[in-house]
């Protein structure tokens, strides 16, 4: 790979995600930018390319933690900084990989020094050399938990705080947070989604000419990329140079009360959380008008700022598509356009004898008290004009339209086939009880089962397993501290030997992998009850999203059983589909148990470390040929003869019940629950009412102890 940059002005098209960068390059206040697109647009290519554009920056010489000599850190630890020399530099492009460990992200004791010369010193991680610089991470909603947490604190505080290792360090880290997505592998944490001041969704031209310039210019930079780099030198610093003009231009905007109003009615009307919106917005207004060589902010950097700052900050739920209603929008910038002038208050007869008010205001023909259609009491029908005639009534056989054709009756004995039901909507979702894997796995972080991670906390050391990733000091120095005069240790440092090393095993919780197996048949085809399953269903992607796991969906009706959702860590797509699931025809539960076996057996040879949780969706009923219970009965024991977690979700109701959804949770070796039973407030409510039950009873055995 060549060390030329591609120019940021040789990119065609993608004109938000330009601005956004260029914006953030102006005013770093306004909090980095997160970009969501599908894969192949150039992402990566314009986030690398702006570092070439940032302005230098002055370091205090000798300073590892880019301390500003105009300000220097006082808590730095390569401080104190008196008087101290400096030199400029560009600004640091700092990349944090997927995988990335903590200790190298916030730093860690420099283990050679402290075993070779047994000195205590701290070795600054990633985000000591972002500090004023930009921190980019590529496909940042793939991060592990541990490593958002991290980056929460960091961005919060402004500083990273370092206790580990008996090491103790805090140190400036503020940086540009720049972010890359792909949505179709899983989305941000709502708390890390919220730390980006802006977010643009990008995706690939269809215009063929600009494809074909795309590759033409791609091609020349793999063939050449001085030559390429230098055809756009001119561009690139003329660029540059409008960047700096825009920044000392910056302090002399000016935010008006009219802008500022518009900013924050924009924000209460997409109902946003909290007040961050309200201050990026404006920061971001603020930035677009020095951009554009102003000093007042306009509505149109308004309209602007709300469109690259509203649109990751107003969902409601995981499933929402992000962005804005620009109706709505544009409704509320005129409303707010304006000065508002105060409104004289009603004390008593206006100037005229009439109250103050306007002649057609409170009079009978138009206030609030009148008929009229300002007014709020009955409409007056020559409101309604010609265009609106009165419905005929079903009885009136004279009506003015033209009559339907006459349908000729469906004789008796040849009833309608039977049809498929219409898909229905899913119920409102809910939080739902947490249901694991038992045992302790090895998989990929997350939140439901428990496992060992390199995150989490430290439970015991052990030898390392191959080569050594996460070092125990303490119980290194343990191992090591009894062979010291065997050794001939002679001065501070420790004489240390490859079998002293011990490394932390630390126990966290892995994501899963979701498996459903849904009933769409006619036994579930009932619009109340579908609509309860679909809900409960949808309760438990909204669970699998929150606890990073990646889900599957079969579906089985008719006459077979269809892979709906290949397993994905997209659990936008499994609510899509579940919406527009239709139901009706035979239950083949068999062959939806044997699907997902299938499914699985695969997902272990590519996955082996990722446990699987099987969910079955349905009331537990087997048709569409000879022996169809025997048959499903037989898939199911092949579950549990491979040790698969499993959950049934009982869908049985009415005043009968056979119970054949809790046999087969007992044939899968899983747990059966029932709709109710699923919602985790109402286990809470459950175990509420039954500590009553037992302190009611208890005070009933104590009065009768009394009364004897």
Known sequence: MSDVRYPFTAIVGMADLRLGLLLNAVSPAVGGVLVRGEKGTAKSTMVRALAGLLPSIATVDDCRFACDPAAPDPQCPDGPHDSPSSSERPSQLVELPVGVAEDRIVGSLDLERALAEGVKAYEPGLLARAHRGVLYIDEVNLLQDHVVDLLLDAAAMGRSYVEREGVSVRHAARFLLVGTMNPEEGELRPQLLDRFGLTVEIAATRDPAERAEVVRRRLGYDADPAGFAARFAEEERALAERITAARELLPKVKLTDVALRQITAVC????????????????????????????????????????????????????????????????????????????????????????????????????????GPDGGGAPDPSDAGPEAPEAPSPEDPASDGPEAPAQPPVPAQHPAPARESAPVAAGDPYRTRLFTVKGTGHGAQGRRSPAETTGGHTIRARRPQGALARLHLTATLQAAAPHQAARGR???????????????????????????????????????????????????????????????????????????????????????????????????????????????????????????????????????????????????????????????????????????????????????????????????????????????????????????
């Open 268 to 371: 209460a009307a997409f109902e946003v959380d909290g007040l961050r919106a309200d201050i990026v917005m404006a920061r971001t207004a603020v930035a677009l008008a020095a951009w554009d060589g102003r000093t007042e902010v306009l509505e149109e950097d308004v309209r602007k700022a709300a469109q690259l700052a509203l649109p990751h900050r107003r969902r409601r739920n995981p499933f929402d598509a992000p962005g804005l209603d620009e109706e709505q929008l544009d409704r509320t910038l005129e409303e707010h356009a304006q000065q508002e002038e105060p409104e004289p208050e009603d004390d008593g007869p206006g100037p005229d004898g009439d109250g103050g008010g306007s002649d057609d205001g409170d009079g009978p023909e138009g206030g609030p008290d009148g008929g």
């Open 490 to 708: 002679s001065g501070r440092a420790l004489v240390v030997h490859k079998d002293d090393f011990r490394e932390q095993v630390r126990q966290g919780r892995e994501s899963n992998l979701v498996l459903f197996v849904v009933d769409a048949s006619g036994s579930m085809a009932a619009r109340q009850r579908m609509t309860a399953v679909k809900g409960a269903v949808l309760s438990l992607l909204m669970d699998a999203y929150q606890r990073r796991d990646k889900i599957g969906m079969i579906t089985f009706r008719g006459s077979g059983a269809e892979l709906a959702l290949p397993p994905t860590s997209s659990v936008e797509v499994g609510a899509a589909r579940l919406e527009s699931l239709p139901t009706g025809g035979r239950t083949p539960l068999a062959a939806g148990l044997l699907r997902a076996h299938e499914v699985l057996r695969v997902e272990r040879l590519r996955d082996p470390s990722r446990r699987p949780l099987l969910v079955v969706v349905t009331d537990g009923r087997a048709t569409g040929g000879r022996d169809a219970l025997a048959q499903s009965r037989r898939a199911a024991a092949l579950f549990a003869a491979q040790g698969t977690a499993s959950v049934v979700l009982d869908c049985e109701s009415g005043p009968v019940r056979l119970g054949l959804a809790r046999t087969l949770a007992g044939l899968l070796g899983g747990t059966a629950v029932s709709l109710d039973e699923l919602r985790a407030e109402g286990v809470a409510s459950l175990v509420r009412e039954n500590r009553a039950a037992d302190r009611s009873a208890n005070r009933s055995t104590t009065s009768m102890r009394k009364a004897a």
